[in-house]
């Protein structure tokens, strides 16, 4: 019988590793518009992962595709709850920036790192179930709980994750790696994702607490495009601005390098500045990640000594961490 089109690609592929679309034009002797097309398709079945960016991408066999197959003939049996919860929760990015979601990218790390899937997807299931027990309403984590005895005086009324940064075992969680490779490859269009994941949660607070002014933390390191300018946009909160800076020292000095809390609060304390003397009667202040929870803390500090918010102030990160000095020092 006759090879297809598809069979013909996939056989090329894992003859020579991987394969660009050209190549397989030339080998099968069709039209890019064909390869394209065939391509496609593979992709959408699993067939195929590709990788790199136009105008340089090229076409590898799924290595999901093999391992989930192997682990059905090894007969594997992982519970469907289990398996539904990794499959919505799951997320690994690769050394070389492959995206592996729910199940197949589970499964793909657990080849990796020589791990029992059942076992292990057992274990994730429970931690998470465990971690998940810090999320109240609207699934946002009281963060405020976590840092009340840190600082010597709580300038914050309430503060808020929508998620842990990572957790033990098994690293960062999915938004977690969506925040780290979103600010360190300056994708917009992870940022985007991060802000469609996050914006049900922050209009809740902004109803529950009647917010009418928010500032967004501002960064020390210069990015050309910047997180939180992105998120901004994203959010597009119909709220006046409260302008927060960071002051430019002759040596820039990003929290995320201190190791110690007092020099984090000093650092916090001395060089952001509240700007104006618009008044309000409630504050949302959002930040990326929350480690010491020192910014926060220092910026409604200054919030308050400028009298210009009547109410609360509520602080929300994007994630944060578990135990209770933990340094974020990757974002």
């Known amino acids: 019988m006759d090879k297809t089109t598809s069979e013909k690609i996939i056989e090329y592929i894992a003859k020579n590793s991987q394969a660009s679309g050209k190549e397989l034009a030339d080998y099968l002797e069709i039209t890019d518009r064909g390869v394209r097309k065939q391509l496609k398709t593979l992709l959408e079945r699993n067939e195929i992962c590709k990788i790199g960016k136009s105008p340089k991408v090229f076409y590898r066999i799924a290595a999901e595709k093999t391992v989930v197959f192997k682990l059905a003939m090894d007969g594997v049996v992982v519970g469907e709850k289990v398996k539904k919860f990794i499959n919505d929760h799951y997320l690994n990015i690769t050394p070389i920036g492959e995206r592996k979601e729910g199940w197949a990218g589970f499964v793909a790390w ?8 059942a076992r292990m997807a057992q274990d994730y299931y429970n931690l998470m179930e465990k971690y998940n027990k810090f999320k109240t309403e ?48 300056q994708n917009k269009k992870l940022i985007r994702e991060i802000s469609s994941e996050v914006k049900e949660k922050v209009e809740y607070l902004v109803k ?51 190791t110690k809390l007092p020099d984090r609060i000093e650092n916090a304390k001395k060089t952001f500045i509240v700007e104006g003397v618009t008044n309000y009667n409630n504050i949302l202040l959002i930040d990326d990640a929350v480690g010491s929870g020192a910014t926060l803390n220092e910026v409604a500090g200054k ?20 135990k209770g000095f933990d340094v974020i020092s990757e974002v």
């Open 303 to 322: 919030i308050r000594e400028k009298k210009i918010c009547k109410g609360k102030i509520i602080g929300l990160a994007i994630t944060g961490s578990f």
């Open 110 to 117: 657990c080849q990796k790192t020589n791990q029992d899937v």
């Open 208 to 258: 529950k607490f009647r917010i009418d002014g928010v500032g967004y933390i501002p960064p020390t390191v210069k990015r050309e495009v910047q997180f939180m300018k992105e998120l901004q946009r994203n959010l597009k909160l119909p709220l006046r601005m409260l302008a927060i800076s960071k002051i430019k020292t002759e040596i820039a000095v990003a929290q995320k390098t201190l």
């Open 138 to 185: 609207k699934g946002l984590i009281d963060g405020r709980k976590k840092i009340k005895n840190t600082f010597p005086e709580m300038h914050l009324d309430e503060l808020f994750y929508v998620d842990f940064y990572s957790i033990e075992r098994f690293g960062k969680t999915k938004l977690g790696q969506l925040l780290l490779h979103a600010k360190q490859s």
